[in-house]
């Protein structure tokens, strides 16, 4: 089945720099990847996501890459402010319809 | 614009009981999944359905059962609960199967479930 690796596990930036965060996914099927951004407590909530026919994707502060070779995709957030502290999360859509997470990443923003 | 609704919210059962949660997906949405979240750590997939059949399989204990129904909701069903079973469990609907469809996940907020 699908598994996805994703680091670093923590990442701690100060405010106005950029924050990147990597996963890999084994299953060369899949071609569906969200990433949701996660606070204490709450639902995930989608932030942006990629479908393999695309190489990138950005919204704002916000960007996405993939790589389908390496089977590869990476979160870029610039210009952090605080707010943007969460766990943040990828995810792989699998072959049935599913998503497999990462392990998430907990992302502070110093001001 | 109308969310995944899930109930109860927050749920204290005792080892050995029984739980049922309920999710109701986002209306038109046919592929409800089930995930659970412990403290510190990622939702885990435990089952999907498609069309009011069971579409994938995760990490679901047998102990645990889900169903979908006619009007698409769903109902994850928990019995001789552990101690272990204390997390977070989230629902979440799309149209067709998202994943390689391509089409979004939403997530409902979510169920506390405490098993003392």
């Known amino acids: 089945g699908e598994n996805v690796e994703q680091h670093p596990s923590t990442l701690s930036v100060q405010e106005g720099d950029s924050a990147v965060i990597k996963c890999t996914y084994s299953d060369s099927a899949s071609n569906y990847f969200p990433w949701y951004k996660q606070e204490l407590g709450k639902r995930p909530q989608l932030i942006i996501d990629i479908r393999s026919n695309v190489g990138e994707k950005k919204d704002q502060r916000i960007a996405v890459t993939l790589n389908k070779t390496a089977k590869h995709f990476s979160l870029h957030i610039t210009e952090t402010q605080p707010e943007d502290s969460a766990v943040y999360f990828c995810?792989?859509?699998?072959?049935?319809?599913?998503?497999?997470f990462g392990k998430g990443t907990k992302l502070s923003v110093k001001p | 614009a109308a969310g995944v609704i899930q109930s109860p919210r927050h749920l204290i059962k005792e080892k050995r009981e029984t739980a049922t949660l309920k999710c109701y997906p986002i209306?038109?949405?046919?592929?409800v999944y089930w995930y659970q979240q412990g403290p510190g750590q990622d939702p885990q997939f435990l089952i999907s359905f498609y069309e009011k059949m069971q579409s994938d399989k995760g990490s679901i204990p047998d102990r645990f059962s889900a169903q979908q129904f006619s009007d698409y909701h769903s109902e994850l069903n928990m019995s001789s609960l552990e101690l272990g079973d204390s997390a977070l469990y989230f629902c979440?609907?799309?149209?067709?199967?998202?994943?390689?469809?391509?089409?979004?996940?939403?997530f409902g907020e979510g169920s506390w479930l405490t098993v003392v």
């Open positions: 209306p038109r949405h046919d592929t």
């Open positions: 979440a609907s799309s149209l067709e199967g998202a994943g390689n469809s391509g089409n979004t996940i939403y």
């Open positions: 995810a792989a859509g699998g072959s049935q319809g599913n998503l497999i």
